[in-house]
């Protein structure tokens, strides 16, 4: 059994959920998965992947994760109650092999009760496909490249910069993921004065004591699509619905959904002030950064009181460079997720399951970094784009 807690998803599908509970609890939607490495036969394990999503589907919630759920400041009551009585329901998702030998995997049904799917879904077919074509995983490897990474990050100089793992969803498997956390923590060190900042894995936060960390993602800003008053203001009508939800708190407003020039159109002197900072998911780090902190300059607000952080496909390397180039100009952070958990020296999956539809219309990312957008209605698209002012091939 791959996912044996309710608990082993991201944050940030907690925090979503609660929005959806209080302000869209009769919203519809559609979610599809894609695998971007090309054709990469996963056909052969759709039987063990419905069994484990069986399995998925029969769990509920414990009294100690509920009571943990309970004690964040952000998690109101009426949520925890509800999600006491929160069960997965297997009727929402399809999984089809392709002539292909690709397969199809469709989540269809209330918002409410399908936004748990994705995080542990993507983690069962990570963990299925590796433990069939790597029968004996060379963890020797795994962790000498995780020694590589923990010498590079306590490098002298370096003291004050701090990792998060975000790497639920591409984990080769539950119990890699484990170690490399427990190596993590020990070595790293966690509170103010580890590099360890925390995980946006609540399971794992709540079993080693760690920091949960997250926000919102890429679904709920295409959900308000459909969901708000006019296309144009939907960018404006997610952030403002979620101020409303969290009252200033779980501040970090998602930069990439609608590209990066139309959310600085939207985030402004008001949203600057309110929002503690902002993700980088797609496009330049280093020129998002450098506009974002111009921006905050620009609106007369201080850069060294917020936070940018970088959460796209992030390698320690990386991860240093951006905080050589930035520290003391803003508050910095990262999530570093596939190059953490899926680093044994095989190719990783490149997996995902986007929202495609909701309440019956199409909805859609326009990314900062070609290819990682996911919609088949083009006539939509193109509409998006025109009305977000975004250039076509993205």
Not at 1 to 22: A, E, G, P, R, W
Not at 120 to 141: C, G, H, S, W, Y
Request: charged fraction near 25%; hydrophobic fraction near 40%.
């Amino acid at each position: 059994m791959i996912i044996t807690s309710l608990l082993d998803t991201d944050l940030y599908k907690f925090t979503m959920m609660q929005v959806v509970l209080h302000q869209f609890p009769g919203a519809q939607v559609e979610y599809k998965f894609k695998c971007r490495n090309p054709g990469v036969p996963l056909a052969p394990f759709v039987k063990e992947i419905r069994e484990e999503i069986r399995s998925l589907c029969s769990l509920t919630f414990k009294e100690g994760e509920l009571q943990y759920l309970r004690s964040m400041r952000f998690i109101k009551s009426d949520f925890v109650d509800f999600l006491g009585l929160f069960k997965l329901n297997e009727k929402y998702i399809e999984v089809t092999p392709l002539p292909s030998g690709e397969i199809d995997i469709t989540i269809q049904g209330p918002w409410l009760h399908t936004i748990l799917f994705e995080i542990p879904v993507l983690a069962i077919v990570n963990e299925v496909f590796f433990r069939n074509t790597q029968k004996v995983p060379d963890l020797m490897e795994g962790r000498r490249r995780l020694d590589t990474k923990i010498a590079q990050l306590q490098s002298p100089d370096l003291e004050t910069l701090k990792i998060a793992d975000y790497g639920t969803r591409r984990r080769f498997s539950r119990a890699w993921h484990e170690e490399v956390l427990r190596v993590l923590s020990a070595r790293l060190g966690t509170g103010p004065s580890g590099q360890l900042a925390g995980t946006s894995n609540v399971y794992y936060a709540y079993l080693l004591g760690l920091t949960p960390l997250g926000t919102m993602a890429h679904e709920y800003l295409q959900a308000c699509q459909a969901l708000g008053p006019r296309l144009r203001d939907s960018q404006i009508f997610a952030f403002e619905s979620w101020a409303k939800e969290y009252r200033g708190d779980l501040g970090i407003a998602l930069s990439d959904v609608y590209g990066f020039n139309a959310f600085l159109r939207d985030f402004d002197l008001y949203f600057c002030k309110l929002f503690d900072g902002a993700r980088h998911d797609s496009g330049d780090p280093f020129s998002w950064a450098e506009r974002m902190i111009a921006h905050y300059q620009h609106n007369r607000v201080d850069p060294k009181t917020k936070t940018l952080i970088f959460s796209d496909g992030l390698t320690i390397p990386r991860t240093i460079e951006l905080f050589e180039q930035f520290r003391g100009r803003c508050q910095l952070a990262f999530g570093v997720g596939t190059n953490l958990t899926n680093d044994l020296g095989y190719e990783p999956l490149q997996i995902v399951i986007k929202m495609t539809r909701c309440n019956g219309q199409p909805v859609a990312k326009l990314s900062d970094s070609p290819g990682k957008g996911m919609c088949d209605d083009e006539k939509y698209l193109a509409y998006l784009r025109q009305v977000f002012e975004v250039a076509p091939g993205t």
